[in-house]
């Protein structure tokens, strides 16, 4: 079985993406951005020059996560890799306070098996729902966390984890099932450009 086909994607190639993508993102209105770190962090930014909070006008903030699938850190074992979500960062332990009433956008670079983003929503729910039962049940509904999510690539392959029905959900484009290389993976990017460049020759 050879090694399994890479494509290498460019800043631009994702800057461009991301920037199409916002003109449906708008729909939603986020007013918070979560991106799952590392790999959200730039989309997040470069979503954020594209959205506008929409009732302040103002930047809209990105907060972090940590969440890891594939990664092996101290004290996985080989059997957790890529299949138990290991939580590395969160918002801290006012994170249902913080999501309360709030529009929020999660960012990951790409949807895989899908177990990443199922984790991220039900935990952050979860959260949510701790702080919504602390409330009157009167002020409950307007208090509800509105979850949306946007990944740069969707793999068009079967999903290993779900997303709740009344999640909207965004893409900025779908892919095979192929090995995507992003810029800020690479240690010379100007080979990594190169590369990119090469592959659309063919």
Do not use: C
Not at 38 to 50: C, I, S
């Amino acid at each position: 079985m050879g090694e399994p086909e890479h494509l290498h994607m460019t800043y631009n190639d994702i800057h461009n993406l991301i920037r199409a993508a916002a003109d449906r993102i708008a729909e939603f209105k986020p007013d918070m951005l979560i991106a799952i770190g590392g790999r959200g962090f730039f989309p997040a930014r470069v979503m954020r020059t594209f959205l506008k909070d929409t009732a302040t006008k103002r930047n809209i903030p990105i907060h972090a996560i940590g969440l890891s699938l594939y990664e092996s850190l101290p004290g996985t074992t080989a059997e957790q890799i890529g299949n138990e979500v290991i939580r590395t960062q969160w918002l801290g332990p006012e994170s249902g306070r913080i999501l309360l009433g709030r529009r929020a956008l999660i960012v990951d670079e790409v949807d895989d098996s899908r177990k990443t983003l199922q984790y991220a929503i039900s935990e952050l729910q979860k959260d949510v729902e701790r702080e919504l039962a602390a409330l009157p049940e009167s002020e409950r509904k307007a208090q509800r966390t509105q979850f949306a999510v946007f990944v740069v690539h969707n793999k068009l392959k079967p999903k290993l984890g779900e997303l709740p029905p009344d999640v909207p959900y965004y893409a900025g484009d779908e892919v095979e099932d192929v090995w995507l290389d992003y810029p800020w993976e690479a240690v010379d990017i100007d080979e990594h450009d190169r590369l990119a460049f090469a592959e659309r020759q063919h």
